[in-house]
């Protein structure tokens, strides 16, 4: 009863929001070649992502430096239409005092996270994402360093399963869209019971995936990036 084995999930990632009509438009600034826009230190900036862009970085308002004291910014993301935005990456920040929230459509995708986290691949159903940071008067750090991609979301990602042994997982379907909700159909054998599963990009990113017990013979899912 204490063998164990793994899933690994291999696809792109997606994540997205809604647009504020008083925000201040910018643009994508480049550092030696890499495209990049900051979460400014007040108000809303907005980034309409040109047609053509595949991935940049996203940084808080110090860039690669440490970010300010007294944030509190926000910055909207817009796809073009048929598009998926896909964030990864990491925060380090002043423990429960500055915090970020990314949220997409109405859906809270991460709420005042702190300290240092890496948000894995975080996936949206629109094309627009808010992320907002907001820091204290005093301690400061290296704050956001994140990745966004841009992918159709009308193309099918692929769902790759690892060797196994001691048990078979199936799909419906191996072919998904984003934002769809996949089941992993899981099946152990002999003696073997669900030690742990990890869902993950081709990246390596983890997706975030519903709870794993070994007596459990419901499908475990998890959401498309």
């Known amino acids: 009863m204490n063998k164990?084995?793994?899933v690994f999930y291999f696809c792109l990632m997606l994540i997205v929001f809604a647009v504020s009509a008083n925000a201040n438009q910018v643009t994508l600034r480049t550092d030696a070649g890499v495209p990049y826009v900051t979460?400014?230190?007040?108000?809303?900036?907005?980034?309409?992502i040109p047609s053509g862009v595949t991935s940049f970085n996203v940084y808080d308002d110090g860039a690669k430096n440490n970010y300010s004291s007294s944030v509190d910014g926000s910055l909207v993301l817009v796809a073009p239409d048929g598009n998926a935005v896909h964030v990864s990456g990491e925060i380090l920040t002043e423990e429960g005092c500055d915090y970020l929230t990314l949220v997409d459509g109405g859906d809270t995708l991460l709420s005042r996270v702190s300290g240092s986290y890496n948000i894995g691949t975080l996936s949206g159903s629109t094309n627009v994402v808010l992320m907002n940071f907001h820091t204290d008067e005093s301690v400061t750090n290296s704050g956001?360093?994140?990745t966004v991609a841009i992918v159709d979301a009308n193309v099918p990602q692929t769902i790759t399963i690892n060797n196994l042994t001691g048990a078979t997982i199936s799909v419906d379907d191996?072919?998904?869209?984003?934002?769809?909700?996949?089941?992993l159909?899981?099946?152990?054998?002999?003696?073997?019971v669900v030690s742990g599963m990890t869902v993950a990009t081709a990246e390596g990113n983890p997706v975030k995936i519903g709870d794993v017990f070994w007596y459990s013979t419901?499908?475990?899912?998890?959401?498309?990036?």
């Open 4 to 6: 164990v084995f793994h």
């Open 174 to 183: 191996v072919n998904v869209l984003p934002g769809t909700i996949v089941s």
């Open 144 to 146: 956001i360093d994140f």
């Open 39 to 48: 979460i400014p230190k007040t108000g809303v900036d907005t980034l309409v």
């Open 218 to 225: 419901e499908a475990i899912s998890f959401k498309m990036p």
């Open 185 to 192: 159909n899981v099946k152990t054998e002999g003696s073997y």
